[in-house]
Nanobody
Framework: QLAESGGGSVQSGGSLRLSCAAS????????MAWSRQTPGNDRERVAG???????TLADSVQGRFTIFRDDVDKTLYLLMNSLKPEDTAMYYC???????????????WGQGTQVTISS
């Protein structure tokens, strides 16, 4: 199970830190990711981190967002700085098993946490 928290409403230029609490014994072996979605649009992957700590970020958030994980507390984080109105979305945490060193399908999703950025 995945449970996101930390969303809210902030002004443009502000910061938020999202958290995703995971359950399960094999959390540290999973790839984790944050995606976001606005009404009527497809879900967009914004950040990912594999079991080795290698991260990926979408071009739209490079230099502003940071993804990191705490495998002891089984928590995934997304630190978001310099927020823009276009970052407004529902943010979802997702998990994928690792096979042969690669992330497989993200089949586990949380319920999401809303982020709203006002100009």
């Amino acid at each position: 199970q995945l449970a996101e928290s930390g969303g809210g409403s902030v002004q443009s230029g502000g910061s938020l830190r999202l958290s995703c609490a995971a359950s399960g014994e094999e959390y540290s072996t999973y790839c984790m990711a944050w995606s976001r979605q606005t009404p009527g649009n497809d879900r967009e992957r914004v950040a990912g981190i594999d079991r080795y700590g290698t991260t990926t970020l979408a071009d739209s958030v490079q230099g502003r967002f940071t993804i990191f994980r705490d495998d002891v507390d089984k928590t995934l984080y997304l630190l978001m700085n310099s927020l823009k109105p276009e970052d407004t979305a529902m943010y979802y945490c997702a998990a994928a098993p690792t096979r042969w060193g690669k992330c497989r399908d993200y089949n586990y999703w949380g319920q999401g946490t809303q982020v709203t950025i006002s100009s």
